[in-house]
Each structure stands twice: as structure tokens, then as C-alpha cells.
């Protein structure tokens, strides 16, 4: 069996194990459309396979199978996506073989748990573990050098792989020293990174990919933690490993952000026993005030629905946290926690106007921000059929959010702001197309107007012959409609106007002479 299939079959049994009925009917509907289907693959590398199946379009992440998603839209490892695995594999390894350890891992797992058992089973200790991570580093880094900078993609590949071979079989330690592995992984790429002092460039380009491989997987295997019920074992590694998690919030260190997100994913979906959150705000409350250290604060407090002091402790750094709180309000919407999220909702109404401005460096930047904040926004609106907050939003968050309210008006009719909008914008309205027109039209003709004077000032402005003659066709349009207003000396003022700033525009001046748009 190679690395890879290796790899494949570990991930399938322990991510989908086979005690859960929802995978095994799901795995089963999968193989029925694995024999019976067709598929048609539209991209494939180390990473990602793009397949259709059944009219369904599957992206199979083969690093991390739960993050696979179909557009069938089901929650979880659907059986497109288990056709697509089985599709897969099958073309590196036969199948019967996987099915085979896939049942009898299970057996294993659930005669350790068995009464005669558990007493057997190992004690596990978190600096046992920690102790195992360094000693898989130590060989890890045998023959490598320290200054290499291509290293990076090797921590996921090499590194980590390696420490989860080296898991508990029982299931619920097994997930834990494998999310407690990836986070020091994570750690000892930050340390490399932090001595390489690479620019941003490099770092996005050769870096970033390789450290979502881990934060995924530390993702990915919390939520699979937060399924289970820890017994005194467990939780006993959970309490020693507090301060270990703790030390994601050195201010020093790199990768700021994805710091924030590991711990605040631990402690929103592992350590969760109120007695833990309580000391850890007390000893955050202790330390230096950094960023790091206060918005992590704030978030403990976030958990513990103190709001108005988890907005108090984030009043001086407001701006820069906008990012960080993105998460918290989408986990308050997946919990239906709708009353709060109007609350947070609100408060950082007051600042993301500034933060897409002035943060982010770029137009893109903005733009994706605004898209996530949007968004966010628009699933409060249908949860609750609201929509004062989606609106306040897309008009703070303007000219980055010009495209989503532009959609919002048209959809709901609001056709004379829909106008307003793109005027002041300035939106390239030659775009604009005869559907659009037409619809303007037949709602009011006036609302055209301003509309068509955009287009005429755009056109002229090219100065090309082209150009011109789709102007005199909007300025005959525009003429009818003013007259037909009884607005006969408003035409001629504007006629006059355009005459005057467009006498040196000679083949324009020509179509003017020629035609009768200055007759009344």
C-alpha cells in the first residue's frame, strides 16, 4: 500500500467511523452510485478532485476529507461524496480490503471499551504526549536544514502524518492527540517562519497553503471532539493541556489571526466546562493587556454571554478587531441566538464603514471582507425576516457593497433608489442592459432618464465615431421623453449645454447639425 492510500484509509476510518449509522447509510448509497454512475472529472491534483455525479458536483479535498463539499447542500460527508472517495481510491487500491479494516477497527475500538477492558486500557498523559510530539520532531528535522525555505509544505505531509501514527487507538484519545499533534505542528511551523522573516508575498504565496492544511485539521477534528463524551482520562489531559493552548496568545509570535481561531475554536467546542472558562478569564484578566490577549478575553467573556464586557474589553481596538469577530456572530446564527447576534450586530455596525476603508490594503481586500459581513447580515434577515440590519449594512458598507445592494433593490423594486445608486456611483452604465431598460420603462419611463444622460456622457467621452452614433440614439430617446413630460425648455437647456462642451468634437458636432434634436 503507498503513502497516499495509506493516508486515504486512515482518514476515512477515523473520520467516518463506522459505530455511526449516518455514515454507514451514506457510505452504502455512496458504493450503490459508485457502481451504477458515471463520472465525468473536471480537476484533479495533489489536493483537490472535481467530479460530477449524478448532476451533483462533488470537490473531494483528499488531504482532509470532511472538508470535502458537494452541491447537493446535505450537512456533512454525503453519499456523492463517499462515491467520489470510493471512485478515488478504487483506482490506487480495491475496495474490499478498506471495507474489511474499516469493520474490524471498529470491533477493535469497541472491544477495548468493553467492561472486561477498560481497565486495560493505557493511561495517557498530556506531557507523555508532548514528550512524544518532541521526539517525532527531533527525527522529524534529521537530515533537514533549518534555513531551508521550501520546509514548509513538509510539516503537514511529513511531520504531522507521522505523530498520527502514532495516536491511541481508543477513538476519543485518538482525537485528541491528533488535534493536540496539529497544534504543535502548528507551533513549530510558526517558530520556522518567525526565524525566516519572509515577506508577505512569499509568505501568502508558499506558506499559507500549507499552514490551512493544519488549522483545518485541528478544525475538522474539534468538531468531531465535540460529538463525544469525555470520561476522567480525557478530561484530566484536557485540563493539563490549558496552559499548552494558552501559549497561542504570545504576542511575538506570527500568524496572528489563525492563533485567535485556534484557541477560540478549542474553547468554544472542547474545553467547555464552566469551572475552565472561569479560571482562564481570571488568568487572562491578569496578564498584559495585548491585543492577542484581550480579544481572546473577550471572546471567554463572549462565551459566557457576558457581552457588555466582552464589548468593553475589545472599546480600544475595535478596528482592527472586525476580522475576529466575523466567527463569533456566525456561530451565534448557527446557534439561532438571534436576539444576540442583533446586539453584535448593531455594535459593530458602528465600525465596519471605517474598518473596509482604511485596513484592508487592497480593493479586494475590502471587497471580501464586505462580502463575508454581508452575508452574514443577509442569513440574520432570513432567520428572522428582518431587514433593517441587512440594509444598514449594505449602505454603510458602500461603494464596496454597491453590487449586493444593487441586487437588493432591483429584487424588491425599489427601482427609483436602484437609479439613485447607480447614478451616484457613477456605475459604468453602458452595461446596462435592455432587460433592465425595459423593466425601468415599464415601471415609470422617467426613471430612465438619469440613466440615459449617464450613458450619453460616457459614450461622448470615448470620442470615437462608434460611440457617437449610440449617443444620438439615447439623445433621441431622451428628447421624447421630455417632451412627452412637457419639460420642452429643460431639452433645450441640456442641448445647448452638451453643444458647448462638445465644440471640439467635430463629428459629434456633425450628427448634431444633421439631425433634429434641436428642433422643438
Given amino acids: 500500500m503507498s503513502s497516499f492510500s495509506d493516508h486515504l484509509q486512515h482518514q476515512f476510518i477515523h473520520h467516518f467511523p463506522y459505530s455511526d449509522a449516518r455514515y454507514r447509510t451514506n457510505a452504502q448509497a455512496g458504493l450503490d452510485l459508485y457502481r451504477t454512475h458515471s463520472f465525468f472529472i473536471l480537476h484533479n491534483d495533489e489536493q483537490i478532485l472535481n467530479v460530477k455525479i449524478d448532476s451533483f458536483y462533488v470537490e473531494l479535498n483528499k488531504q482532509l476529507l470532511p472538508e470535502s463539499t458537494c452541491s447537493c447542500q446535505h450537512n456533512g460527508f454525503c453519499e456523492h461524496c463517499f462515491a467520489a472517495f470510493f471512485y478515488m481510491y478504487s483506482l490506487i487500491e480495491p475496495l474490499a480490503p478498506l471495507f474489511k479494516e474499516w469493520r474490524n477497527h471498529e470491533k477493535a475500538a469497541l472491544t477495548m471499551l468493553s467492561a472486561k477492558q477498560v481497565l486495560k486500557k493505557p493511561k495517557a498523559t498530556f506531557q507523555e504526549w508532548r514528550q512524544t510530539f518532541e521526539e517525532q520532531y527531533t527525527l522529524f528535522m534529521q537530515g533537514r536544514n533549518e534555513n531551508d525555505r521550501s520546509i514548509y509544505h513538509e510539516y503537514y505531509q511529513y511531520y504531522y502524518r507521522a505523530l498520527v501514527k502514532k495516536a491511541p487507538e481508543h477513538p476519543l484519545l485518538y482525537a485528541l492527540f491528533c488535534m493536540y499533534g496539529a497544534v504543535h505542528t502548528f507551533y513549530k511551523l510558526s517558530a520556522q517562519l518567525q526565524a525566516h522573516q519572509l515577506s508577505t508575498n512569499i509568505e501568502e504565496s508558499f506558506v499559507y497553503s500549507h499552514v490551512y492544511k493544519i488549522t483545518n485539521e485541528i478544525y475538522a477534528t474539534a468538531d468531531s471532539l465535540k460529538q463525544m463524551k469525555y470520561d476522567g482520562d480525557a478530561l484530566s489531559i484536557i485540563e493539563d493541556s490549558i496552559p499548552y493552548i494558552r501559549e497561542l496568545l504570545h504576542k511575538d509570535m506570527p500568524l496572528q489571526y489563525e492563533r485567535i481561531e485556534i484557541y477560540r475554536v478549542i474553547w468554544q467546542k472542547i474545553f467547555t466546562l464552566e469551572k475552565w472558562r472561569k479560571t482562564e478569564e481570571s488568568k487572562l484578566k491578569a496578564k498584559y493587556g495585548s491585543f492577542i490577549n484581550n480579544t481572546a478575553l473577550s471572546y471567554l ?44 450586530g448593531s455594535y459593530i455596525m458602528t465600525y465596519i464603514g471605517d474598518y473596509v476603508r482604511t485596513v484592508p490594503t487592497t480593493y479586494q481586500g475590502s471587497r471580501n471582507m464586505v462580502s463575508m459581513i454581508v452575508n452574514l447580515f443577509q442569513h440574520y434577515k432570513d ?3 428582518d431587514q433593517t440590519l441587512y440594509i444598514e449594512a449594505l449602505q454603510t458598507l458602500l461603494p464596496y457593497s454597491f453590487i449586493e445592494y444593487s441586487d437588493f433593490l432591483y429584487a424588491s423594486d425599489q427601482l427609483k433608489k436602484w437609479v439613485e445608486l447607480q447614478v451616484l456611483l457613477q456605475y459604468d452604465s453602458i452595461k446596462y442592459d435592455e432587460q433592465t431598460i425595459e423593466a425601468l420603462k415599464q415601471k415609470d419611463e422617467k426613471l430612465v432618464i438619469p440613466l440615459y444622460h449617464q450613458m450619453i456622457s460616457k459614450l461622448i467621452y470615448e470620442k470615437k465615431k462608434s460611440s457617437y452614433q449610440e449617443a444620438y440614439i439615447y439623445l433621441q430617446e431622451l428628447k421624447r421623453l421630455y417632451l412627452q413630460m412637457n419639460r420642452s425648455l429643460l431639452w433645450e437647456h441640456y442641448m445647448e449645454e452638451l453643444a458647448i462642451k462638445t465644440k471640439k468634437q467635430r463629428s459629434f458636432q456633425q450628427l448634431l447639425e444633421k439631425g433634429d434634436l434641436l428642433n422643438v
Fill in 301 to 344: 467573556l463572549f462565551l459566557q454571554e457576558k457581552d457588555g464586557e466582552a464589548k468593553d474589553r475589545l472599546s480600544d481596538e475595535t478596528l482592527q478587531t472586525i476580522p475576529y469577530l466575523i466567527p463569533w456572530l456566525n456561530d451565534l446564527l448557527h446557534e439561532k441566538e438571534t436576539d444576540r447576534f442583533a446586539q453584535w
Fill in 383 to 385: 432567520l428572522t425576516n
